[in-house]
């Protein structure tokens, strides 16, 4: 319904939450006898919910929607190189703030919703910088090796691989441990590789797979640019992380009690 509107994926999501809301609201606000109260979850909920979602739809949310789509994919397609850069930024910084929580989750469905609206440089945006963190732990656990314990040198094996393949997660346990200074650095090379991947004009056909999606023929334009993105940007986190983070052994300072 929502596609046949105009009113695309924002649309949709909205009367998803209409369609639950009214169940619930059907659910609890309307008595039935006992006789066909066994009917109301296989047909008088769904019946009424889908009703009212109908309704809602065609004669209240889905003409402004839709012209708020329209205009956010207009704005999109002509925007100018440092509108570009802002927003690249904006999505590279949401996907490094709470590696796959809520605001990278956010950030990752605005742009697979806008792949339906032929928006392509979003998605690259935002997987370019969903790769960062994990990465960026890895190359940190390499270059600044005293500092890290044996299983956080393991756990950064991990986290370059998972990193390749798209999973934020993989940096969560270094976060976990030490989140005033990984996530910094994390947002700081996120907003980089996200920026960097607008301004280069790289669009992504894929939702998801990270760097294997370069091996899928015409899933990514400017390939070359968008690897240096992603580098740039791992880099930085884990230059600026290896530079900030405290050695797992701290030296006594003189005089101190053993």
Known sequence: LAGTLGAGFIGGIIAG???GYAAKAVSRWI????SVESLKPILIIPLLASLVTGLVMIYIVGTP???LLAGLTEFLDTMGTSNAILLGLLLGTMMCVDLGGPVNKAAYAFSVGLLASQSYAPMAATMAAGMVPPIGMGIA????RRKFAQTEREAGKAALVLGCCFISEGAIPFAAKDPLRVIPASIAGGALTGALSMAFG???LAPHGGLFVLL????INH?????????AGSLLTGVVYALIKQSET???SVGAAP
């Open 17 to 19: 939450f209409v369609a």
């Open 31 to 34: 008595p039935l006898p006992a």
């Open 65 to 67: 929607v839709a012209k």
């Open 141 to 144: 656990t390499l270059i600044a």
């Open 202 to 204: 790289a669009k992504l």
């Open 216 to 219: 899928i023929p015409n899933a």
């Open 223 to 231: 390939a070359l640019l968008y690897l240096v993105a992603i580098l």
């Open 250 to 252: 701290q030296p006594l």
